[in-house]
């Protein structure tokens, strides 16, 4: 049934598409922009049923055999990070409805929109290092033009750097997947995790090659210390933009270490594991102490942004099921809840006016209710229980004592506490405070504007709860995914067939 | 550009472009061409009209805007990759019809493919050149 493998990518393109035909009708293309997102959705979810029924699925391009074809497969890993791409797409195209200003939506917002995650979840199912690249590469374009999109000053000054690092990751990839082909004679996942296990390639050249991709998917995923682009222009694009880029983009980089070094880059695993651990340390501490001396909502939670990325790498560093599990559970926790607290923020910025948590302040007294929606998420962030975060960490550190790496733990541990402390001086400066200078009213959100605005929000905030309230089958899914994660023997078989 | 010989030139030029652009197209399966080189010769075809007549005289001429091009190639060559799956086989399995036409050669769905290409490359070609002159056109 290759056609639930194709349809995430098609359906994303053909909404594209179509908004991009009926250019200037704006009612058209909101429309088929919802259309669109739950049709994506759906399939996606159709997909997921799928893997979990029948297991790895896998599908080659053109009927041109792997290795010299391209593969798209999809495993469990990867239907869950398109279920997500399709829940962040449906959340954030409906959330735009709301929040995008006419002129974007007549400069093409909705197509771009459905590009970028037509990029995302492409990159989810290839099976092919030079195919991962053009997914980038498709994610890469959408998202700059999404990002430059208005042509406010301070927005073409985050695109510059944002695109100008991008494309040195970008080079550096390809250079990469230049050098892996010199050697191997191939770019299909599933062969070259074949060979390197094989010994075919000399261990030390795999493992330079490893740490050539850790970086140039580091830069993407934010990682210490390559971050610094991300909180120069994450806060400048509208927020349903800077929503979707925080739940999306950094996660296809995590998404593309996990993947790397769990089914091709396993060869010596004492060095480069451990080295992802340190890594991911200081990329928890650099993320949260950074955020502590920030005051504008947008930047203080895109270095948060970071110190989340660290968790997600700490799992991989830590590289058994436990971990893993851990690492997808994080993932699906952190992507909910960190883009309810941007579209929460936006809310807040269109009834005070404001992300200046100076000039912000008095909002529980008047809106208790969206007071409500920043504390769930805020406290799902900071892993308490019974949250969903309070899982996800909690998978993590157990996985952490289990292999006795407690240093880690301990900072993980400080981490989380630092996050707390954030988002309490969010939700003390926002909410609790009296508002400096009275005089302005609230703005109260008009009717169709609340549903398109309120609505997701609801949805994510409901869901960091539902999933810490009753996260079994979360985790069951998690594990399943995190032993196919760990026995690469059965990806190799589901694209390759028998080659051992 | 107020140019007698350029426009003379043009009503000359722009039939044969745009034959030639189709030749490219059809011999692009397994000789120099394709789609992308034949989208592009259609292109100047249409540049060419808007540097000698205007913009506005060339819109009229392609009777369609350059971005409408852009997605209806687009879906094309999506629909080529669907056709091999309706006999079950993988996205973009390429189908052949087996008989010779002249000229054409043979039909099959990566002619179609390039078809789609061929109007993409059009649309973005023009809609960046049509941009341009625009810009000129107005300063």
Same mark, same amino acid.
């Given at each position: 049934?290759?056609?639930?493998?194709?349809?995430?990518?098609?359906?994303?393109?053909?909404?594209?598409?179509?908004?991009?035909?009926?250019?200037?009708?704006?009612?058209?293309?909101?429309?088929?922009?919802?259309?669109?997102?739950?049709?994506?959705?759906?399939?996606?979810?159709?997909?997921?049923?799928?893997?979990?029924?029948?297991?790895?699925?896998?599908?080659?391009?053109?009927?041109?055999? @792997?290795? $010299?074809?391209?593969?798209?497969?999809?495993?469990?890993?990867? @239907?869950?990070?398109?279920?997500?791409?399709?829940?962040?797409?449906?959340?954030?195209?409906?959330?735009?409805?709301?929040?995008?200003?006419?002129?974007?939506?007549?400069?093409?917002?909705?197509?771009?929109?459905?590009?970028?995650?037509?990029?995302?979840?492409?990159?989810?199912?290839?099976?092919?290092?030079?195919?991962?690249?053009?997914?980038?590469?498709?994610?890469?374009? @959408?998202?700059?033009?999404?990002?430059?999109?208005?042509?406010?000053?301070?927005?073409?000054?985050?695109?510059?750097?944002?695109?100008?690092?991008?494309?040195?990751?970008?080079?550096?990839?390809?250079?990469?997947?230049?050098?892996?082909?010199?050697?191997?004679?191939?770019?299909?996942?599933?062969?070259?995790?074949?060979?390197?296990?094989?010994?075919?390639?000399?261990?030390?050249?795999?493992?330079?090659?490893?740490?050539?991709?850790?970086?140039?998917?580091?830069?993407?995923?934010?990682?210490?210390?390559?971050?610094?682009?991300?909180?120069?222009?994450?806060?400048?694009?509208?927020?349903?933009?800077?929503?979707?880029?925080?739940?999306?983009?950094?996660?296809?980089?995590?998404?593309?270490?996990?993947?790397?070094?769990?089914?091709?880059?396993?060869?010596?695993?004492?060095?480069?594991?451990?080295?992802?651990?340190?890594?991911?340390?200081?990329?928890?501490?650099?993320?949260?102490?950074?955020?502590?001396?920030?005051?504008?909502?947008?930047?203080?939670?895109?270095?948060?942004?970071?110190?989340?990325?660290?968790?997600?790498?700490?799992?991989?560093?830590?590289?058994?099921?436990?971990?893993?599990?851990?690492?997808?559970? $994080?993932?699906?926790?952190?992507?909910?809840?960190?883009?309810?607290?941007?579209?929460?923020?936006?809310?807040?910025?269109?009834?005070?006016?404001?992300?200046?948590?100076?000039?912000?302040?008095?909002?529980?007294?008047?809106?208790?209710?969206?007071?409500?929606?920043? $504390?769930?998420?805020?406290?799902?962030?900071?892993?308490?229980?019974?949250?969903?975060?309070?899982?996800?960490?909690?998978?993590?550190?157990?996985?952490?004592?289990?292999?006795?790496?407690?240093?880690?733990?301990?900072?993980?541990?400080?981490?989380?506490?630092?996050?707390?402390?954030?988002?309490?001086?969010?939700?003390?400066?926002?909410?609790?405070?009296?508002?400096?200078?009275?005089?302005?009213? $609230?703005?109260?959100?008009?009717?169709?504007?609340?549903?398109?605005?309120?609505?997701?929000?609801?949805?994510?905030?409901?869901?960091?709860?539902?999933?810490?309230?009753?996260?079994?089958?979360?985790?069951?899914?998690?594990?399943?995914?995190?032993?196919?994660?760990?026995?690469?023997?059965?990806?190799?078989?589901?694209?390759?067939?028998?080659?051992? | 550009?107020?140019?007698?010989?350029?426009?003379?030139?043009?009503?000359?030029?722009?039939?044969?472009?745009?034959?030639?652009?189709?030749?490219?197209?059809?011999?692009?399966?397994?000789?120099?061409?394709?789609?992308?080189?034949?989208?592009?010769?259609?292109?100047?075809?249409?540049?060419?009209?808007?540097?000698?007549?205007?913009? /506005?005289? /060339?819109?009229?001429?392609?009777?369609?805007?350059?971005?409408?091009?852009?997605?209806?190639?687009?879906?094309? /060559?999506?629909?080529?990759?669907?056709?091999?799956? /309706?006999?079950?086989?993988?996205?973009?399995?390429?189908?052949?019809?087996?008989?010779?036409?002249?000229?054409?050669?043979?039909?099959?769905?990566?002619?179609?493919?390039?078809?789609?290409v061929y109007l993409v490359v059009i649309g973005v070609a023009l809609t960046i050149i049509f941009a341009l002159i625009e810009a000129e056109e107005e300063a």
């Amino acid at each position: 049934m290759s056609i639930f493998l194709l349809l995430p990518v098609l359906v994303p393109f053909l909404t594209a598409v179509v908004t991009m035909l009926f250019w200037h009708e704006r009612l058209i293309q909101r429309r088929v922009n919802v259309v669109g997102g739950i049709a994506f959705f759906v399939a996606a979810l159709g997909l997921l049923a799928l893997v979990w029924r029948d297991g790895i699925q896998a599908t080659q391009i053109g009927n041109w055999p @792997a290795p $010299f074809g391209i593969t798209l497969v999809a495993d469990l890993f990867s @239907a869950i990070m398109v279920v997500m791409a399709g829940l962040m797409g449906l959340v954030v195209a409906v959330y735009s409805l709301g929040s995008i200003d006419e002129r974007r939506e007549a400069f093409g917002y909705y197509p771009l929109l459905h590009t970028l995650l037509m990029g995302v979840s492409g990159a989810f199912l290839t099976g092919d290092m030079f195919n991962l690249y053009v997914w980038f590469e498709v994610m890469l374009i @959408a998202s700059f033009v999404l990002m430059a999109l208005g042509g406010q000053r301070d927005q073409l000054e985050g695109a510059l750097k944002y695109v100008t690092i991008n494309l040195l990751s970008s080079a550096l990839f390809l250079t990469s997947v230049g050098i892996l082909y010199s050697v191997t004679g191939t770019l299909n996942m599933a062969d070259l995790a074949h060979q390197i296990s094989s010994g075919a390639v000399d261990s030390g050249l795999a493992t330079v090659l490893a740490m050539m991709f850790l970086v140039a998917f580091g830069i993407k995923a934010g990682l210490f210390p390559l971050f610094f682009w991300l909180p120069a222009s994450y806060h400048t694009p509208p927020i349903a933009i800077t929503a979707l880029f925080s739940g999306l983009l950094t996660k296809v980089g995590v998404y593309a270490l996990v993947r790397v070094f769990t089914l091709i880059f396993v060869q010596d695993v004492d060095y480069t594991h451990t080295l992802l651990m340190v890594i991911a340390g200081l990329t928890m501490v650099t993320g949260v102490l950074g955020a502590v001396a920030q005051t504008e909502v947008r930047r203080l939670l895109s270095f948060h942004i970071i110190s989340q990325i660290g968790y997600l790498l700490m799992g991989l560093g830590l590289f058994t099921e436990l971990a893993l599990t851990g690492v997808i559970v $994080f993932m699906v926790h952190v992507i909910i809840a960190k883009s309810a607290l941007f579209l929460v923020s936006g809310i807040v910025r269109q009834v005070a006016g404001s992300y200046d948590l100076k000039q912000l302040g008095g909002l529980y007294r008047t809106n208790a209710g969206l007071a409500a929606l920043f $504390f769930l998420p805020a406290l799902a962030l900071a892993g308490l229980p019974p949250f969903s975060g309070f899982w996800a960490k909690l998978t993590l550190v157990r996985a952490g004592l289990e292999t006795e790496e407690y240093a880690i733990v301990a900072v993980s541990l400080v981490v989380s506490v630092l996050t707390l402390f954030s988002m309490t001086k969010i939700w003390a400066e926002a909410f609790w405070k009296d508002r400096p200078g009275q005089d302005e009213a $609230f703005q109260p959100l008009l009717s169709p504007q609340r549903i398109a605005l309120l609505g997701p929000v609801i949805v994510l905030a409901a869901l960091t709860v539902i999933l810490g309230l009753g996260a079994e089958p979360l985790i069951d899914l998690g594990t399943e995914a995190a032993a196919q994660l760990l026995n690469p023997s059965e990806y190799i078989q589901a694209v390759l067939g028998d080659v051992a | 550009m107020d140019s007698v010989v350029l426009r003379t030139a043009t009503r000359y030029l722009l039939p044969l472009l745009l034959l030639f652009s189709v030749f490219a197209l059809l011999r692009g399966h397994n000789e120099p061409g394709g789609g992308f080189v034949g989208g592009l010769v259609a292109a100047t075809a249409f540049a060419l009209y808007a540097v000698g007549y205007g913009v /506005a005289a /060339a819109r009229q001429l392609l009777q369609t805007s350059p971005r409408r091009l852009i997605g209806i190639g687009l879906l094309v /060559a999506a629909s080529s990759g669907l056709i091999g799956m /309706a006999w079950g086989d993988p996205f973009l399995t390429a189908r052949w019809d087996t008989r010779e036409i002249p000229v054409v050669g043979k039909l099959g769905t990566p002619l179609l493919f390039d078809i789609g290409v061929y109007l993409v490359v059009i649309g973005v070609a023009l809609t960046i050149i049509f941009a341009l002159i625009e810009a000129e056109e107005e300063a």
